[in-house]
C-alpha cells in the first residue's frame, strides 16, 4: 500500500519561474516530512524537510509547504534553474508496522527545467 | 569521512549466482538502512540496523536476502541464487542526529 503518494510523474516549467511539486500521504502519524532530488545511477540527495508541528520550511529557493489537515504537502522551487531538472522524491518518516524508524516514499516526479 | 560509500557501483550477474554488496556508512551515524528501487519506483525499505543489531525486515527481504553489520560499521547486503527480478539499484543510507539521512549512490544490480 502506498503511503506516500506523488500522482504526477513528470514536470515542465520555464526557467526563472515557479515549480510546484505535490505529494500527498495517507498515515496521519507521519512525524517528519523530507524531499529528495535524485540524478539517474545517482542516490538521492538531501534537499530540504520540515516536522509535522510545522507547516513552512524555507532554504533558499526551496521552500516546503505542509497541510497536515489535507495530508498535503509540497515543495516550491523559485526561480527554477536547468540545474535542477531531476527526479524529486517525496518521503515520509514516522510510526510503520513494517519498517519502523524507515522512510516511505513516493514514486518520484521528474522535473525538466527548459531554458 | 565525506558521505555514504557503497560498493560495487555496477555489478552484472548470471541468474543463480550469489552477490555482495557493501555499505560504508558515515562513521558516526549508528542507524542504517537498505532500500531497493526499480524504474519508476521510489525506493523501497529492505531492512534497518541499529548499530550491529538487525531491527526491522521488509516483507520484499526474502528468504534469499540476508544482511549483516559486524560491529556496527559497515553493513553487507547479500542476494542468493539470483533472480531477474532482484535487477535494481540498492541503496543504503545512514540516519544521523535530527533525521539526517544521507545515501550512498548505490549499486545497480543487473541480472542476466
Known amino acids: 500500500d502506498q503511503q506516500v503518494k506523488q500522482n504526477s510523474p513528470s514536470l515542465s516549467v520555464q526557467e526563472g519561474r515557479i515549480s510546484i511539486l505535490n505529494c500527498d500521504y495517507t498515515?496521519?502519524?507521519?512525524?517528519?516530512f523530507l524531499w529528495y532530488k535524485k540524478y539517474p545511477a545517482e542516490g538521492p540527495t538531501f534537499l530540504i524537510s520540515?516536522?509535522?508541528?510545522?507547516d513552512k520550511n524555507e532554504d533558499g529557493r526551496f521552500t516546503v509547504f505542509l497541510n497536515k489537515s489535507a495530508k498535503h504537502l509540497s515543495l516550491h522551487i523559485v526561480p527554477s534553474q536547468p540545474g535542477d531538472s531531476a527526479v524529486y522524491f517525496c518521503?515520509?518518516?514516522?510510526?510503520?508496522?513494517?519498517?519502523?524508524?524507515?522512510?516511505?516514499f513516493g514514486k518520484g516526479t521528474s522535473l525538466l527545467v527548459t531554458p | 569521512d565525506t558521505g555514504v560509500s557503497q560498493n560495487p557501483r555496477h555489478k552484472i550477474t548470471k541468474r543463480g549466482q550469489n552477490v555482495t554488496f557493501r555499505c560504508d556508512p558515515i562513521s558516526e551515524h549508528n542507524r542504517l538502512y537498505w532500500y531497493r528501487q526499480t524504474l519508476g519506483q521510489g525506493p523501497e525499505f529492505l531492512t534497518y540496523f541499529q548499530n550491529e543489531a538487525q531491527l526491522e525486515k521488509s516483507r520484499l527481504l526474502s528468504d534469499r536476502f540476508s544482511a549483516e553489520r559486524p560491529k556496527g560499521s559497515f553493513s553487507t547486503l547479500e542476494i542468493q541464487r539470483t533472480e531477474q527480478g532482484d535487477s535494481a539499484m540498492y541503496l543504503c543510507a545512514s540516519e544521523g542526529p535530527n533525521y539526517g539521512y544521507t545515501f550512498g549512490s548505490g549499486t545497480r544490480l543487473t541480472v542476466v
Open positions: 498515515n496521519s502519524m507521519f512525524d517528519y
Open positions: 520540515i516536522s509535522s508541528i510545522k
Open positions: 518521503a515520509a518518516r514516522g510510526p510503520n508496522s513494517n519498517s519502523g524508524y524507515a522512510l516511505n
